[in-house]
């Protein structure tokens, strides 16, 4: 089979916008041709696609993948850029067995609410309806019904945090020849939920049990694909919110049956799906109790603050009530800031310096910390991932810097210059730092952390406070939105058709 791989990666916090700005091309890390081998190898979508590929000795012609960290709206020229690139490099590669693509779901550039249909309809007008044309999806799209009329399989992953990526790539590799062959004549149900949930890992109740729920279902004589997406909230669109997803072969009236059923399930426990939210002052001092009773480490996640979903990455609130209740045996990974990173490495290792850390995106993430740190050591930021979500794939976070406070014994401070949450320990690990010997670990994410620290952990803690990604999505207004959404108004309803 000829099988073209590409790809648009974002998702799109709106919000973002007000604290730096559009996303633009500089933003994105775009591989072109051959250079998209260089996911080979590596727990991604792409990774996987790759892998599968080679496996069955497909024709592969990578044209163009293009992936930012979530941020703000993507400008408008960047993202037509990309997209007739993209499209124009499919047609180029005509004639084609199918299409297969690593989009997000949750990707909006100026005047273009919808990414992902957007880009399948560019691509729709190439190669037609009679070329399969698939995409892997992040659970947090939000998905629309035209995105299911597009695309004839999407192929979002099943777990948060996404330890599935490599699998779904090679999913949709796999799916060619039943699409080509005509065996699957799939049809795609999208069960729109009123619904703006907060970070839900699979690892944990509700989410967990709706995702064992829609691999139940699968099971069912003539279901190709059932999953539940979560939906991202920090975003204004009018499809914003939480949707059922169900493929099915030909047989629209079972997809939109399954998808229903699933979407009651949610709808009947989104009352679970409530996240406690802590302050930073009572994380700690509920970490201080656990590590007292039971040792460490215990980890505090600053999800408020979570780069993954699109904040600066630069939130001080959690690091300054960690330096006000100063516990013994503490790190905290990471805060971007490139301006201190910088000043580390003039001064080098061994040296004391006053830093103005963080708070310099906005008012909202907190105001810098004025402090004086021991420089205990400096390094380029590049290291390899471990975590079962990204394993094999290089991370580049630009100097980085380990700065301590307290003397022995007291704060480990990391400090990067590229905005990222952290996946795994290896951060920590690249600036001589055992988070295992450590009793708290304070870490910037929301859910992604626990595939690299879950099993490492005594117990994880999450600390909320004012952010882009706070757990408290009734926060923030979403005027554009087609219709009540709950928490916002607790009189949004859903029924069944």
Not at 5 to 15: A, D, P, W
Not at 57 to 80: C, K, M, N
Not at 221 to 239: K, N, Q, S, Y
Request: aromatic share 8%.
């Amino acid at each position: 089979m000829r099988i073209a791989l590409g790809g648009i990666v974002h998702e799109t916090n709106t919000y973002a916008v007000q604290s730096f700005g559009m996303t633009t091309m500089d933003s994105f890390d775009v591989r072109r041709g051959e250079a998209i081998a260089t996911y080979a190898g590596t727990r991604t979508f792409m990774g996987g696609m790759l892998f599968a590929a080679e496996a069955n000795d497909h024709d592969v012609v990578p044209v163009l993948h293009a992936f930012a960290q979530p941020s703000g709206t993507i400008d408008g020229e960047a993202y037509r850029t990309l997209r007739d690139d993209l499209v124009a490099g499919i047609a180029a590669a005509m004639p084609l067995d199918a299409v297969v693509l690593d989009t997000h779901g949750a990707g909006i550039a100026e005047g273009i609410d919808d990414l992902e249909s957007d880009l399948g309809q560019s691509i729709r007008e190439v190669i037609g309806f009679d070329v399969p044309l698939i995409s892997t999806l992040d659970l947090h799209g939000a998905i629309t019904q035209e995105m299911g009329d597009l695309y004839d399989l999407l192929l979002g992953v099943y777990e948060y945090p996404h330890v599935d990526m490599y699998e779904r790539g090679i999913e949709a590799i796999e799916a060619v020849p039943n699409l080509v062959s005509g065996e699957w004549n799939p049809t795609t149900h999208v069960e729109r939920l009123p619904l703006l949930l907060p970070t839900s890992s699979t690892t944990i109740a509700p989410a967990g049990d709706i995702r064992d729920r829609c691999l139940e279902l699968e099971r069912v004589e003539g279901v190709l694909r059932c999953a539940f997406f979560h939906g991202f909230p920090f975003t204004d669109i009018p499809a914003a919110g939480a949707s059922v997803v169900v493929t099915t072969n030909a047989d629209p009236a079972l997809a939109r049956a399954v998808a229903q059923q699933i979407a009651a399930e949610v709808w009947d426990r989104r009352e679970e799906f409530r996240l406690e939210s802590l302050t930073p002052e009572i994380a700690i001092r509920q970490a201080q109790r656990v590590i007292v009773e039971r040792g460490g480490p215990v980890v505090i996640n600053d999800t408020a603050d979570n780069p993954g979903g699109g904040t600066p990455g630069d939130a001080t609130h959690v690091l300054r009530a960690l330096i006000e209740a100063n516990p013994e045996n503490s790190c905290f990974g990471y805060i971007f800031d490139p301006q201190v990173a910088e000043q580390a490495h003039d001064a080098g290792a061994g040296s004391t310096i006053e830093i103005s850390l963080g708070g310099k995106h906005d008012d909202l993430h907190g105001s810098p910390l004025e402090i004086t740190v021991y420089v205990k050591s400096t390094s380029d930021g590049r290291f390899v991932y471990t975590t079962p979500m990204l394993a094999g794939a290089r991370a580049n976070y630009g100097p980085m810097a380990r700065l301590q406070m307290g003397g022995r014994g007291g704060i480990d401070i990391l400090v990067g210059s590229a905005r990222s949450q952290v996946f795994d320990a290896e951060v920590f690990s690249l600036h001589g730092i055992d988070v295992t010997r450590f009793d708290l670990v304070v870490l910037k994410s929301s859910q992604h952390f626990r595939a690299g620290f879950d099993e490492l952990a005594t117990e994880v803690i999450t600390a909320d406070s004012p952010g882009l990604t706070t757990l408290r999505v009734e926060n923030f207004d979403h005027p554009r939105v087609d219709g009540p959404r709950w928490p916002i108004d607790p009189e949004a309803a859903w029924v069944a058709d």
